[in-house]
């Protein structure tokens, strides 16, 4: 089926519209914005508003945390939430965000050289090859199981390259309401001036369980990756919060969502439980403790402390505070100027969308929808 070039034009424009006026110099939102800052979460320590009979907050050693009402967006507790620190590969729940919607899962390409240069020394790697084919939905399982880099500078040379990519996400994080974020690196790798905070971490995690292919990789404990010399081996979700690896108990209901670690950062963690229908939504940043599971400790105590607490707190904030505007369907705020798939020889085929600087990801999904079919579920 043919796609007249008008056509994805137009798609992408509109598709780019919002993009552009986040990343302008435009105003910033007023009276909202203004009452945000007044929140209690702007302010250091930890808060919290207990009703008559509501458990005691757990006393944690981490810099900076917030447990959230994923359903409602409704902060439980708190402490420095808005403290902009280092967020390690945390930040990749912002970049499935951003790039998620604009790649099928299906789509085939074959990994070349550059695509793997300037990956930081000490990364945590998946074990992408040059010279070996992989799916899409290959390349997201090294991303949130293995918390890859490789796989991420593969990912994001496929939409744009690593400096779109950045500020895609930079607008995103605006468009969400997360205001501490700061991107320099979409892989999460140390920056100068690279930063998050707890509040908005809980924001990607929360938007996230809202993409059904972003909750269904953050959930998943194991899968297999392709080899180089064509077989694949097992990988496993280094979440061990879920998996109950290296002597940490599994948590009941838990669904994901990312942990990360640098030397900078220290340990970081983005976790999401579901119990009795409720979805409560966690982050821990560098807890201080001697303790080398300490993130997922006091992830857990956040948690049993949230679930227990339903009815009996009142919020203390928003996750929805400083947001732009309502949610929309993840297919309409991605981007991408190439796309590649392999014909029926297994030669790899290139797309590329003439006047990427005019295309949207509304456009460009369209398209390899029409020219490619429905997208195999992995």
């Keep these: ?14 598709a780019l ?20 800052a007044t929140s209690p979460l702007y302010r250091p320590g930890t808060h919290v508003r207990p009703r008559r009979g509501a458990p005691e907050v757990p006393d944690l050693s981490a810099r900076s945390w917030l447990i959230a009402d994923a359903g409602t967006g409704d902060v439980l507790a708190a402490h420095d939430a808005h403290r902009r620190l280092p967020p390690a590969s945390t930040l990749k729940t912002l970049f499935a965000l951003t790039v998620l919607p604009a790649l099928p899962a299906g789509i085939r390409h074959r990994v070349g050289q550059k695509e793997l240069a300037d990956i930081g020394p000490g990364s945590s790697l998946v074990g992408v090859a040059e010279n070996r084919t992989y799916r899409v939905a290959d390349l997201w399982n090294g991303v949130f199981l293995s918390s890859g880099n490789d796989a991420v ?139 080398g599971h300490a993130v997922y400790e006091e992830a857990r105590s956040l948690l049993d402390w949230g679930f227990e607490a339903g009815g ?8 929805d505070a400083l947001r732009a505007g309502p949610l929309r369907g993840p297919e309409a705020e991605a981007a991408v100027p190439v796309a590649r798939k392999e014909d029926g020889s297994g030669r790899p085929v290139s797309w590329t969308i003439a006047g990427a600087a005019l295309l949207g990801g509304a456009g460009t999904a369209l398209f390899l929808r029409l020219r490619w079919g429905p997208v195999p579920t992995d």
């Excluded at 006026?21 to 007023?30: K, N, S």
């Excluded at 009996?312 to 996750?319: E, F, K, Y």
């Design 1 to 14: 089926m043919t796609v007249p070039t008008c056509a994805l034009c137009t798609a992408g424009l509109l």
């Design 312 to 319: 009996r707190v009142d919020p203390v904030g928003s996750l």
């Design 17 to 36: 519209a919002p993009a552009a006026a986040l990343t302008g110099t435009g105003p910033e939102p007023g009276p909202r914005a203004t009452a945000a």
């Design 153 to 291: 500078h593969v990912l994001a040379g496929l939409t744009g390259g690593w400096r779109a990519t950045a500020e895609r996400m930079q607008a995103k994080a605006r468009a969400l309401g997360a205001r501490d974020t700061r991107v320099k690196s979409p892989d999460g790798y140390d920056a100068p001036g690279q930063v998050s905070s707890a509040f908005d971490l809980a924001v990607f995690g929360r938007a996230g369980l809202r993409n059904a292919e972003f909750a269904r990789y953050c959930a998943r404990e194991e899968a297999r990756f392709p080899g180089r010399d064509g077989g694949s081996y097992g990988i496993v979700n280094t979440n061990r919060l879920l998996t109950g690896a290296d002597g940490v108990e599994p948590y009941r209901g838990l669904i994901g969502i990312k942990n990360g670690y640098t030397s900078n950062a220290g340990n970081t963690l983005v976790a999401a439980a579901r119990r009795d229908g409720r979805t409560l939504v966690a982050t821990v940043m560098n807890p201080r403790s001697d303790d």
